[in-house]
T-cell receptor, first 118, second 113 residues
Framework: DQQVKQNSPSLSVQEGRISILNCDYT??????FLWYKKYPAEGPTFLISISSIKDKNEDGRFTVFLNKSAKHLSLHIVPSQPGDSAVYFCAAVGYGMNYGGSQGNLIFGKGTKLSVKP | DVKVTQSSRYLVKRTGEKVFLECVQD?????MFWYRQDPGLGLRLIYFSYDVKMKEKGDIPEGYSVSREKKERFSLILESASTNQTSMYLC????????????FGQGTRLTVV
C-alpha cells in the first residue's frame, strides 16, 4: 500500500511559467517531508524540505506548501526553466514499527517527470 | 560538501553471480540506505543501517543482504544475481536518526544478463 503518492507521472510547462508538483500521503504520523530532483543516470539531489509545524517553506524559486488536514503537499517552481526538467520525488520521513522502529526512514513517491519547454 | 560515493557507475553481471555494491560516505553520518529505482515504481528501500553492524530490512529485502563493518561504508550484496535485479541502485546517508536531509550517491546501473 503506497504511503506517499505522486499521482501525476508527468507534467509539461512553458519556460517562465509556474510548475506545480503534487504529493499526497496517507500516514498522519509523517512529520517531515523532502523534495528531490533527479536527472537520468544521476543520484537524486535534495531540493527543499518542510516540517509539519510549518505550512510553507521557500528557497529561491522553490516553495513547498503543506496542508496537513488534507495530507497534501506541493512544490512550486517559479519561474520554470529548461534546466528544471527532471524527475521530482516527494519523500516523507517515517518512524515506528513499520519503518524500523525509532529509526527514521525515507519513504518516496513514484516521481513526476517535469518537462519545461523553451 | 557531503560526498556519497558508489564504487561503480555501471555493472554487467551474469545470472547466479554474487555481486557487491559498495557505498562510502565521508561525513560521519549515522544512517545509510540502499534503494533501487525502477521506471514507474519510484525509489524503493531495500535495507538501511543506523549504526555499525546494525541493519534493518526495508520494503524489498528479498534476494539482498547488507554489511556495515565500518561507519563510512555500507555494502549491498546480491547473493545470486537474477535478471529481475537489473535496476538503478542508489545509496544514501543522513546525519541523524531524525532525518531532515539525506544525500545520495551517483547511482549504479546494474544489468544482470
Amino acid at each position: 500500500d503506497q504511503q506517499v503518492k505522486q499521482n501525476s507521472p508527468s507534467l509539461s510547462v512553458q519556460e517562465g511559467r509556474i510548475s506545480i508538483l503534487n504529493c499526497d500521503y496517507t500516514n498522519s504520523m509523517f512529520d517531515y517531508f523532502l523534495w528531490y530532483k533527479k536527472y537520468p543516470a544521476e543520484g537524486p539531489t535534495f531540493l527543499i524540505s518542510i516540517s509539519s509545524i510549518k505550512d510553507k517553506n521557500e528557497d529561491g524559486r522553490f516553495t513547498v506548501f503543506l496542508n496537513k488536514s488534507a495530507k497534501h503537499l506541493s512544490l512550486h517552481i517559479v519561474p520554470s526553466q529548461p534546466g528544471d526538467s527532471a524527475v521530482y520525488f516527494c519523500a516523507a520521513v517515517g518512524y515506528g514499527m513499520n519503518y524500523g522502529g525509532s529509526q527514521g526512514n525515507l519513504i518516496f513517491g513514484k516521481g513526476t517527470k517535469l518537462s519545461v519547454k523553451p | 560538501d557531503v560526498k556519497v560515493t558508489q564504487s561503480s557507475r555501471y555493472l554487467v553481471k551474469r545470472t547466479g553471480e554474487k555481486v557487491f555494491l559498495e557505498c562510502v560516505q565521508d561525513m560521519d553520518h549515522e544512517n545509510m540506505f540502499w534503494y533501487r529505482q525502477d521506471p514507474g515504481l519510484g525509489l524503493r528501500l531495500i535495507y538501511f543501517s543506523y549504526d555499525v553492524k546494525m541493519k534493518e530490512k526495508g520494503d524489498i529485502p528479498e534476494g539482498y543482504s547488507v554489511s556495515r563493518e565500518k561507519k563510512e561504508r555500507f555494502s549491498l550484496i546480491l547473493e545470486s544475481a537474477s535478471t529481475n535485479q537489473t535496476s538503478m541502485y542508489l545509496c544514501a546517508s543522513s546525519l541523524y536518526r531524525e532525518i531532515t536531509e539525506a544525500f545520495f550517491g551517483q547511482g549504479t546501473r546494474l544489468t544482470v544478463v
